[in-house]
């Protein structure tokens, strides 16, 4: 029986070999597979329900898969029953939502990515500096609004280059930078340097604040986008990290590039006249929507598959204390690269 085929546009010869760049890493990082399995785990310690402040990670088929299994999202902590137990995102909270939830005596346990973490860390200790603080990142999001809320009154947040001729200072000689974790390599190191035209004292954070993974993510997709008529994103559109892999395609020489949810979102027309596909997937999305595509496009007569690995992560993060202390153990979460393959019940999304 022979594969099924696409018909190749005249404008190149019918027997143009197609292909699939598979970017590695992909998927899953340690923070995420950290947060995802706090929620299963205090599923099955715990029993249902167990609610949610926000989604717990940016990804459609995650959060409906655990939804599935008994856990509740909310939007904030006032829609959590007094004295029920409540798990904080992986993207973090303000110290005002930690005490609005002391105040409904509720049982928190708190998947903060531990890179968020730092970040607001170095928040608090540059605020009690009486440092300017500019914040890179995008308004709205929540792990702006969570690191924001660390030090309101001395935090401003930079949306973009465009937005440095806006940003006003009390002591340009104390003027410090801080960024979101998941924002492009590229455009955040763009507003840095125009924030240090402007102000040429202006500090940076003692570490990086862009998380491994997202970097590690856009340097894979930056090498194999010049050889990709076609890169697929696979990361749901408020997933600030798959937003910025199709940017960072584009801006590295691929033809063409889209982010989808699924498999089934995918045009055939994308596919007219491409020969290499590139896939990759954003941080908080499980392998099997991955794996979803590759299919979708082997049917289509792109059976060959060529991984493209620019790095090897084996960070992992240990379980929330609170449920550490409820398990017994010192349990962690899987390592990303194989963490980042579990299923989260195999069905596609």
Known sequence: MTSPTTTVPSTGPTTQHRRVLLAAPRGYC????????????????????????KEIVHNKHVVATLSERGAIFVEDTDEVPE?????????????????????????????????????????VRFARDDFDILLIGHTGHEEVEGT??????????????????????RDPDKVVWISQTTLSVDETMETVRRLRDKFPTLQDPPSDDICYATQNRQVAVKKLAPEADLVIVVGSANSSNSVRLVEVALEAGARASHRIDRAAEIDPAWLDGVTTVGVTSGASVPEILVQDVLAYLAERGYGDVEEVRTATEDLMFSLPRELRADLGSGEVAGRPERGGRRSLGVQPA
């Open 83 to 123: 004295g029920a137990r409540v798990v904080f995102s992986a993207h973090g909270v303000s110290p005002a939502v930690r005490e609005a939830a002391t105040v409904r005596r509720l049982e928190t346990i708190d998947a903060t990515c531990p890179l968020v973490t730092k970040v607001h860390r170095e928040a």
């Open 30 to 53: 340690a923070g995420v597979d950290r947060a995802v399995v706090a929620v299963e785990k205090a599923l099955e310690h715990y029993g249902a329900p167990v609610y949610v402040r």
């Open 148 to 169: 924001a809320g660390e030090a309101p009154e001395h935090i401003q947040v930079v949306n973009s280059p465009d937005d440095v001729d806006q940003v006003t200072v």
